[in-house]
């Protein structure tokens, strides 16, 4: 049970990274590899403020702005300085590990006994259950620590999604949508799409960071290897979720989004407790995006050849 | 209301793919006037369209809108005195937000765009009003992604959205040339209302020798990045589609004329 619970609490905070992914790769076509330098960002910057004895949540706060900050960068070296978007991701995420090591100060921080979002959710734990470790449902022993810690990371990313939902639909969010779909348009209307790629993607690898400030939290450590192939795993995230739903609702991708990343974490879960190595995993991530992207067309084009076979 | 002041552009200058797409363009245009531009191809029409919605820089003259000097404004800066209709109807919407969305990008043209909601439930009422006088039916389907829609309804969208909030000026950049005869009629029924509705100064870049003759108070013939003819008042009103062949003709003759004058020299001095 606490590896069911954990798989969907890593899930959960991962699904902040398939939200900003979700913004850079489906609301601009943005490739933007920024991500995996974003996401160990936030692990660092939240982790180094939590030893220096900040409190937790403000902590995660600095980790979101600071990937802000990063994205932001990306932007500008694209729009400003008119540098492949590729490119200009590559180039920070590159940066941020020199970054990210200045931040932290070594490779890895350990948050052991630090006083975390987690580890107040377990004091909490601790308080319902009446001082208990567990409590038994049915046959299951479930920890109070594991229970509140998903409880209030699906807190949190339930009031970032609904605020992310909330601002895609206001004047501004509805033209940075705009500004994805059709760039030719929104310019024709009085939008700056420069300034409006820079802001997306500070919004994407806020949120990405935000989710490294979690997930160093919740597994005890900052480690400055963390982010990579991250940006793989949000897309893998993204995919499934747009599977998932179906449709191209705002509201409901964004769910999706959500949904796909704890399915993506729990079948990752069961397969690694199954025995697939550890080592092999992305590779498998990678693959499996790889299918998903190269997959619907070739099965459009071999139903078509049944049509015209028939 | 619009002034071109000597503008020209040259598109990849000083090589051997060098287009002069304008030179020492000079148009003034009153207020509430409707220009109908035609030309052949590559006669500089919808680059002088786009010099206007500055889409580029011109190298050299200035631009002035409603009495601003907009020459070194981007075009998103510019769009806050114009409105926009162009000739692909997939490039004046957004596909896959849904009709009520687009409307109220729309809304905002050339406005800052803040944290308020941009579908307030308010504005339904007038968006459908607005959306029932294009007599499309489209007014019930406003939750729909516009990428449902056909080409003649977009562009009927796209104008509606051009000239929502009232534009300084109109640009219509061969909006019914990519649409079947039926639409492209009812699109174009729809620009003329909107125009004398409003009063619209408007510039219209057009292929069809009907519409030129047919539409419009002023006629500018366009040849070579240079205005060739430029008709107003009656002399527009008179002017059929005969006479504007005639005129087609007489630039093709004289182009000839040069060609083979050309050829001539070469065999003699080459």
Redesign the interface.
Known sequence: MTLLLGAWTIGLILSLLALGVFISFRVFHFPDITADGSITLGAATAAVLIAGGVPPLLATLAGFLAGLVAGALTGVLHTKFGINGLLAGILVMTALYSVNLRIMGRSNLPLVGADTLMAEAENLGARALGGAASFHLGSWEIYGRDLFALLLTFLLVAVVGAGLYA?L???????M??TG??D??????????GNMIILGLAISNGLIAMAGALLAQYQGFADVQMGIGMVVWGLASVIIGEALVGS?QLGLVIAGAAMGSVLFRLLVAIALRAGLNPNDLKLITAVFVFAALVLPALLARLSRAEVRDA | MLDLDGVSKTFNPQTANEVRALQNVHLGIDDGSFVVVIGTNGSGKSTLLNAVAGTFFVDRGAIRIAGRDVTRWPEHRRAALIGRVFQNPFSGTAPQMTIAENLALATRRGLARGLGWALAPSFRTEMRERVRRLGMGLEERLDNVIGSLSGGQRQALTLLMATWRRPELLLLDEHTAALDPKSAEQVVRLSEEAIARDRLTTLMVTHSMHQATALGDRLVMMHRGRVLHDLHGAEKQRLRPADLLARFEEVRRAEQLDESAAAMLERQYV
């Open positions: 601002f639909r206001t004047n501004l969010g509805t033209a949508r705009a779909d059709n030719q348009m929104i310019r024709a209307l009085g939008v700056n799409v191209t």
